[in-house]
Structures are given as structure tokens and as C-alpha cells.
């Protein structure tokens, strides 16, 4: 969908959708398009080019084309989001000229979802003139309210870089393989420190240990693995790195505090809850 007003804005908007989630790691995500992220709900961290953003509940995450990027959150969330291209005085990126911030505040976010309502209810009808109109000028006025809080809101400052890049590839190294043993000395090993500095420096930045954030990881890949019908508790503790499927009902149970069985069968009935409250929100 795209369309040309007074042959100075071009813009294409590629998908509007709502997001839910219980928890996200995501590593080295690369896309080909703009995503304006909006947290309904939720706390991210979102790391690229080795720079960390914190990110909560009424933020906006400008993610940019070709240029991969890191999205932790260990909470349960919901994101708005729309993914675009746009261009000015022809074939001009309009982010060159309106250069943001990875994170931004949005200075009045029930304006914003309001408008987000309208775009998303739009963006649902069947594809024609009227619905790529409507949703391509809404994008342009949620665009308007980014740029006019990227003036008055809170600058983020990133953490150090050199750090934030190595400790992002430790993350990386972990959930790539996952289902391994790993030792806290492996991972020292990788980036030649001493394991005492290392596990000191990993959770003055990440606030836990990186054997913690290791167990972290595997219960969350535990987790997604639920979510598929196909995966059996064996296989799933055996692709998640615990011993057997009785050490991890054990894990998982104390805490989740309930078993991944049990775990298993409320997931179709929250997400049909979560749906069915987002799909009834007032606009």
C-alpha cells in the first residue's frame, strides 16, 4: 500500500498489528522496513549496534531497516506496532531528515493509542483506495506524535558500548546452544576473562549472574517450546538443557508454580482472553 501526496510524501505501510506476548528474546533480528513499536504493557530492554535501551509501558522503539537488534523482556507484554517505509522529496528516507532516538516517550499515550485504534480498525477492513488512504495518513499523524515527544521526553542514555556489545554476545552464544551444558567458566573462556570478573561485570549490567540469566533462558525457551502441541515434556527438557523431564517439571513448577502440563493447556485460554480484550477496547 502506498500512495503520493503532492509528489513530497511517499509512504508504504506494510502491516499494523497488535502483539502479545509472555515473555520475548529475541537475538540479531534484521528487517527490511521502519518498526514503530508502542508498549501498551510491558518492560524491554532492546539492544543495538552495541548500545542497551531500557524501554516500559507508554515508550515508543523506533527499530531501523538492515541494522539487527536484540529485544529481552521478562515480563508479560503488549506492543503496538506498525512497520512502514517512508520517503520525502522523492526517493529521500524521511528518518535522515527527522533523525530519532531508539527510545522515545510518548507525551500523551491515550491520544496515541486512540489514533492507533483507528489505524489498526482500519487496517482490518478489506484492502481498497479508502482503506490505504485512511491508515497512510493516521500512520503520518502517529509518526507527528513521535516526533513532537521525541522533543519534550526523556533522552535515553545507553551504557557503554564495548561492554554492551560483548555481554550481548554472551546472551547470543547462550540461547544458540541452549540445550548444551554450559559453565560459567566456558563463557569467560570466550571473551579471555577471569570467570569472578566476568560473572561480576555480567550482572553489574544485566542485574544477575550469567548462570542465573543461563536458567532464565532455558525456561523460557521451555516456555515457547510449550506452546507447540507436538513437543513432549521429554523432548522439550532434553532441547532446553535440563537433565531429564523430571528435573525440569521440578524447575518449571517452582517457578511458574504449576506444572508445564498444566502450563500447556492455559495457554490457548489466556491468549483467547488477551485477544478478546484487546479486540473490545474502546477507541
Given at each position: ?72 523482556s ?24 527527522f ?57 535515553r ?58 536458567h532464565k ?15 513432549t ?6 532441547k ?20 508445564p ?5 492455559s495457554?490457548?485460554?489466556?491468549k ?12
Amino acid at each position: 500500500m502506498s500512495f503520493t501526496v503532492s509528489d513530497q510524501i511517499g509512504i508504504t505501510l506494510f502491516d499494523v498489528k497488535k502483539v502479545q506476548y509472555q515473555s520475548r528474546v529475541i537475538f540479531d533480528y534484521i528487517q527490511s522496513c521502519y518498526t514503530v513499536s508502542y508498549i501498551h504493557q510491558g518492560d524491554v530492554i532492546t539492544i543495538s549496534e552495541g548500545k542497551e535501551y531500557a524501554a516500559k509501558t507508554g515508550d515508543i522503539m523506533v527499530h531501523r531497516p538492515h541494522i539487527p537488534f536484540n529485544v529481552i523482556s521478562k515480563t508479560d507484554g503488549v506492543h503496538y506496532l506498525f512497520n512502514l517505509d517512508l520517503k520525502v522529496k522523492g526517493d529521500e528516507d524521511f528518518f535522515q531528515f527527522f533523525p530519532l532516538d531508539r527510545v522515545i516517550t510518548i507525551r500523551d499515550p491515550l491520544i496515541y493509542e486512540k489514533k492507533f485504534d483507528e489505524m489498526w480498525s482500519i487496517w482490518l477492513q478489506e484492502v481498497g483506495e479508502i482503506r490505504t488512504v485512511q491508515s497512510g495518513f493516521l500512520a503520518l499523524f502517529l509518526l507527528h506524535e513521535v516526533i513532537e515527544s521525541s522533543k519534550v521526553g526523556e533522552r535515553r542514555s545507553a551504557k557503554e558500548p564495548y561492554e554492551m556489545d560483548r555481554f550481548s554476545k554472551v546472551i547470543h552464544y547462550m540461547e544458540q546452544s541452549i540445550e548444551k551444558s554450559i559453565s560459567r567458566n566456558e563463557l569467560a573462556s570466550l571473551y579471555h576473562m577471569n570467570p569472578v570478573y566476568f560473572s561480576r561485570a555480567f550482572k553489574k549490567v544485566h542485574g544477575m549472574t550469567p548462570m542465573k540469566m543461563l536458567h532464565k533462558l532455558r525456561l523460557l525457551h521451555a516456555q515457547r517450546m510449550l506452546e507447540d502441541p507436538e513437543n513432549t515434556i521429554e523432548k522439550i527438557a532434553q532441547k532446553s538443557g535440563f537433565y531429564d523431564a523430571s528435573h525440569f517439571t521440578r524447575t518449571f513448577h517452582k517457578v511458574f508454580k504449576q506444572s508445564p502440563s498444566d502450563y500447556r493447556k492455559s495457554i490457548k485460554n489466556t491468549k483467547r482472553r488477551i485477544m478478546s480484550t484487546l479486540s473490545n477496547e474502546d477507541v
